[in-house]
């Protein structure tokens, strides 16, 4: 039996997979740099085992945010070595994931717009070319996470306009003292920032929330696609979230930037199955 996984900052999507067929299984995101292995253990015993019997998966595929190094790495595989014990475990990078998922086994650019961000060159085999997103405090442009952010600052520092802003505080009313705490003292402030995604995507149409998330990815194609030497001669897929809800304006900047659009998936899941069964 086989288990897959893809695992965002938000939530990880788990594909099991047997001669009867494929059972998927939805978690919270897992990522070592904001979990530790408590933390971790606590999800996959509460939220993942009541759905799978451990002792019969023979080989797990881990596809991570944050799992960037080789430490990062080891804190997933030694968990999950620990609860799949009849297992091979192999523990990647999610950007190795998405560029599997989207281009299989042809060259392409792959990018990972969701909660956070991510790009690279992908030469049908292995990554050849990346560029840091730096996370949410220092980069992550075009993210949902980049979107709340600069959405709670224009909100803050006057700059955005008079309906937008009687918009955002009929939907939240909301508390500077709360919002600092929830950025700077809670868990998962990237997941926080992110979740006020959904109200920019119910106001769309309003001509402030549709250029924040156009500049935002015009910012995002500026420092993560265009540098690429193959940028203008290969297709530039994308999954995430924020990708797949704002496809149409995502398509408006790809073609300012004049790249070629590929796939656009809001998960990678079924890629990596056929990247693995196929």
């Known amino acids: 039996m086989l288990l897959i996984a ?7 999507h788990w594909c099991v997979i047997d001669e009867n067929g494929k059972k998927l299984i939805q978690t919270i995101g897992i990522n070592p740099y904001q979990m530790n292995n408590i933390a971790i253990k606590e999800v996959l015993e ?32 030694s968990v999950l070595q620990d609860f799949f014990v009849k297992a091979n475990i192999d523990v990647h990078h999610d950007m190795l994931g998405a560029a599997r998922a989207l ?31 730096l996370g949410y405090i220092l980069g992550d442009e075009g993210s949902g996470a980049y979107l709340g952010k600069r959405l709670i600052r224009d909100y803050y520092q006057d700059s955005m306009p008079a309906d937008a802003l009687l918009l955002f505080k009929q939907e939240f009313n909301p508390v500077l003292e709360k919002i600092l705490d929830s950025i700077y003292n809670q868990p998962r402030p990237n997941r926080f920032l992110a979740s006020f995604c959904p109200f920019i995507s119910k106001n769309i149409n309003h001509p402030y929330f549709h250029e924040l998330v156009s500049s935002s990815f015009d910012e995002f194609f500026a420092k993560y696609v265009l540098k690429f030497d193959e940028a203008k001669t290969s297709k530039v897929h994308f999954l995430g979230s924020v990708a797949f809800y704002f496809s149409d304006i995502l398509k408006e900047s790809a073609q300012k930037a004049g790249v070629q659009i590929g796939k656009i998936y809001e998960s990678p899941i079924q890629g990596l199955v056929d990247f693995h069964v196929n």
Not at 50 to 55: D, I, R, V
Not at 109 to 119: D, E, F, H, K, Y
Request: proline residues 3%.
């Open 6 to 12: 893809d695992s965002g900052s938000t939530k990880t």
């Open 103 to 133: 281009c299989g086994h042809e060259n392409g650019i792959a990018c990972i717009l969701g909660t956070g961000c991510n790009s690279c060159y992908y030469d049908g085999t292995e990554i050849t070319g990346q560029i840091s997103s």
């Open 46 to 77: 509460k939220e993942l085992f009541p759905f799978l019997s451990p002792e019969t998966i023979k080989d797990v595929h881990f596809y991570g945010a944050g799992c960037s190094t080789d430490q990062k790495c080891s804190l997933i595989d």
